[in-house]
């Protein structure tokens, strides 16, 4: 087989092409006889595509299902809070934006991790002295998800394991398993306002458990885990040596009766890499601005966890420069009545769900305390003629024209998920429908048992 050497006179990036040489080692290759092979298309999918798996996508791609024409639709299914156009983010923001647009100073590559000043702002505004930051603490990404996609590359190796929240966000599994690391589901408890069982979070630990991920607010739950909670996760990761990726894209996202304690803050030796970013909290989730920020006070992940992140994030040279320009105006100068106003919309609108919901036969609602859901079980021996929740949403659809996400979605059958940042007026008219519907399916005791005997 023939072979080449390549020699290069010089140094530098940019060698002239008059000074690269080839050298042949080796005897002549004659066209179309190499490895007495026959050229033939042979072109496939990586396997790491073909192990990408969505959930939700699976399932909500599997129902095949028209609405009722007589009925517009009312989703209650999309974790986006600009469809429905009633919560548009502040004017300082867009107007930060706009600035950086005109200057056309900021239309260039970026580093990798983020500029240093973007850095060092997103360092200053999440800064205190339970949880000190500095801009090389702080590495800036596409969105939220992009984040958790590096804290979990940079975590992990293939064959490893990482403890994921059931029910949970489906993107842990997805990333995850494209990676080839194992995914052990955590149980949350909805009767402790879904509170994570820790007895069976620490069994599921083992010497092959890369990370703990926690996500707190929740999606899909609502749910907002108060400061002693969170101070038992930690200890169980201390007494475990687990590391914990922290999902806090909602963080602050809390309704008035709760607050939030970023995790960073209690942790006083276990090493957190936490992910958030503009998405929710500012409502613009696709200018795809994400960060991870790196809290480490015993230097446990040391140079070699910043160093992977740094090398992980060179993959796609960083995020957005034009949000980045705007990024300090936007952490600085957002007034505090959009974040209450935010907040004050979605509370109402958790109250009204909850109350409606609550009162329908058949169906029991989690409080939520945050973030954009609230999750809703389903008491499927009321509803025997549903074989179960990806069954029960479908007809909500066929028949009522409302899209829940079946819990199934989140590894958690038999509940739904519904978004809460519709204008108020959607959703009574979605709960009006819901309850339609339950009304119409409800069998009692009695009846249920008896269409049981039917089967």
Known sequence: MDSYLIQVNGRGDHTPMRDVHLKSTGNTISPGKAKGRKPRWAVRASEMSK????????????????PNP??????????????????????????????VLDSGRWNGYAPSVGYQSCREAVAAYYNCPEAPLKAQDVILTSGCSQAIELALAVLANP????????????????????????VKLYNLLPEKAWEIDLEHLESLVDEKTACLIMNNPSNPCGSVFSKSHLQEILAVASRQCVPILADEIYGD????????????????NVPILSCGGLAKRWLVP?????????HDRRDIFGNEIRDGLVRLSQRILGPCTLVQGALERILRRTPPEFYHN?????KSNAD?????????????????????????????EHFPEFENDVEFTERLISEQSVFCLPASCFEYPNFFRVVIT?????????????QEFCEMHYQGAEGAQDLECDK
């Open 51 to 66: 192990k990408t798996f969505n959930p939700v996508r699976a399932i909500v791609d599997t129902m095949k299902v028209e």
């Open 70 to 99: 007589k009925k517009s639709m009312i989703s209650l299914s999309l974790g986006d809070p600009t469809v429905f156009g009633n919560l548009p983010t502040n004017d300082e923001v867009t107007r930060a934006v706009k600035e």
């Open 159 to 182: 064959g490893q394991n990482i403890l994921v929240p059931r029910p949970g966000f489906s993107l842990y599994k997805t990333l995850a398993l494209s990676m080839g690391i194992e």
């Open 253 to 268: 996202m809390v309704f008035a009766d709760c607050k939030f304690e970023p995790i960073a803050t209690l942790s006083t």
């Open 286 to 294: 696709g200018w795809r601005m994400g960060w991870i920020l790196i």
């Open 342 to 346: 935010t907040l004050s919309i979605l």
């Open 352 to 380: 009204l769900c909850y109350a409606a919901l609550s009162a329908i036969p058949g169906l029991q609602p989690v409080r939520p305390s945050g973030a954009m859901y609230l999750m809703v079980e389903i008491e499927m």
């Open 422 to 434: 519709m204008p108020e007026e959607m959703i009574l008219e979605a709960c009006s429908r819901i």
